[in-house]
């Protein structure tokens, strides 16, 4: 039973994790775009 919280925590966090570095590289080559812009 211990092992299953243990897995699920850690599952979420792994998707967490993923979600977070996909949010600042979409963000970074969001904010790289705009400075091309305004050259």
């Known amino acids: ?3 299953a919280i243990g897995v699920a925590c850690f599952l979420a966090g792994l998707i967490v994790g993923i979600g ?3 949010a600042i ?3 970074a080559a969001g904010d790289e ?3 091309q812009e305004e050259k």
Do not use: C, T
Request: proline content about 0%; glycine content about 8%; charged content about 15%.
């Open 25 to 27: 590289a979409i963000k």
């Open 33 to 35: 775009q705009k400075a």
């Open 1 to 3: 039973m211990i092992v």
């Open 20 to 22: 977070g570095i996909a």
